[in-house]
């Protein structure tokens, strides 16, 4: 049985500016520094332990997988480019509050986030969808023994590997849960979806 584990990346310098990030690559705030090593402690008072930690390839999330692997004294996380954030296409590095104005007709709100669904350029929620079913089976055939892996990603795609896990609609993955810095979810066979968070953090961040 694989237990997938879902960590967010803690805050970079983009999510304390409120600017949409996607692709944009800025590293982690002190703060974001000191989540990722409280998401570390909270994963040591539970006793978890990992196959494998997985990375996105952008500074923020591979930033705070590493934080985590060294804390857990665990190796080098293993950069996976299929656990990158949806590219936002023209909205890349506008300001979160500028979304309603420059997208209207094309915008979604839940838990204190405003999504919008899509842009000029960008990857669609479906879209992305489609990309966390893939990397799915990519790493069931990965780990076909089972185990406890960890997966440092982003708050959209997270949302989308939920979707993809427990087989849902992208809105109704959107709707479930907030999804904040350095925050711990877990994906398991068996487990009702509104019983996923670990750790939570009370911080609202895109």
Do not use: C
Not at 77 to 99: A, H, Q
Not at 136 to 147: S, V
Not at 148 to 166: C, E, P, Q
């Amino acid at each position: 049985m694989l237990n997938i584990y879902l960590a967010r990346h803690g805050q970079d310098e983009d999510n304390f500016n409120s600017i949409l990030n996607g692709h944009r690559n800025s590293p982690l705030t002190e703060l974001g520094q000191a989540q990722a090593q409280t998401l570390a402690a909270h994963i040591k008072e539970q006793g978890l332990s990992f196959e494998k930690i997985y990375a996105s390839p952008l500074r923020r999330a591979h930033q705070t997988a590493q934080i985590v692997a060294a804390a857990l004294d665990y190796p080098e996380p293993t950069v996976e480019p299929d656990l990158i954030e949806r590219d936002f296409g023209v909205m890349t590095g506008k300001k979160i509050s500028e979304i309603e104005t420059l997208h209207p007709d094309e915008i979604f709100h839940s838990n204190g986030v405003t999504y919008f669904l899509s842009a000029e350029g960008s990857e669609t929620l479906p879209e992305a969808l489609e990309r966390a079913k893939g990397f799915l089976a990519k790493l069931r055939a990965a780990h076909p023994e089972g185990g406890n892996i960890l997966l440092v990603t982003h708050g959209d795609f997270s949302k989308m590997m939920f979707a993809a896990f427990y087989d849902l609609p992208w809105k109704e993955a959107l709707q479930s849960f907030h999804f904040g810095n350095s925050e711990l979810i877990l994906l398991a066979p068996g487990l009702n979806p509104d019983e996923a968070h670990i750790f939570k953090v009370e911080q609202f961040n895109k």
